[in-house]
């Protein structure tokens, strides 16, 4: 059974920063690539960050550009969202999810999805 948990999300003023962490388990972590999304009330689910399996490339949408790292450790099969610089509009239940191929944009190419983890930015 794969399980991915989220953890890390909270209550931050903006201007600080947050680290996500999503625990992976049931699948073969390392030969992955993993992504992050998120969703804010009443809108759809967007895409926020990829790495590939390695570790070797990373993508990122405009809006996290130059404010978020996504990275991961193999070993504990955890990945890694370190948001920096976090503003209000960044609010939204951040999602991990385990990448199936194709566009690492679309919710489709995504097969395993964690519950996700608050994240709330006060102005």
């Known amino acids: 059974q794969v399980q991915l948990v989220e953890s890390g999300g909270g209550l931050v003023q903006a201007g600080g920063s947050l680290r996500l962490s999503c625990a992976a388990s049931?699948?073969?972590?390392?030969?992955?690539?993993m992504g992050w999304f998120r969703q804010a009330p009443g809108k759809e689910r967007e895409f926020v960050a990829a790495?590939?399996?390695?570790?070797?490339?990373?993508y990122y949408a405009d809006s996290a550009k130059g404010r978020f790292s996504i990275s991961r450790d193999n070993a504990k099969n955890t990945v890694y969202l370190q948001m920096n610089s976090l503003k209000p509009e960044d609010t939204a239940v951040y999602y991990c999810?385990?990448?199936?191929?194709?566009?690492?944009?679309?919710?489709?190419?995504?097969?395993?999805w964690g519950q996700g983890t608050q994240v709330t930015v006060s102005s």
């Open positions: 999810a385990a990448h199936g191929g194709g566009n690492y944009a679309y919710t489709s190419r995504y097969e395993y």
């Open positions: 049931g699948l073969p972590f390392s030969s992955r690539s």
């Open positions: 790495i590939t399996w390695s570790g070797d490339s990373t």
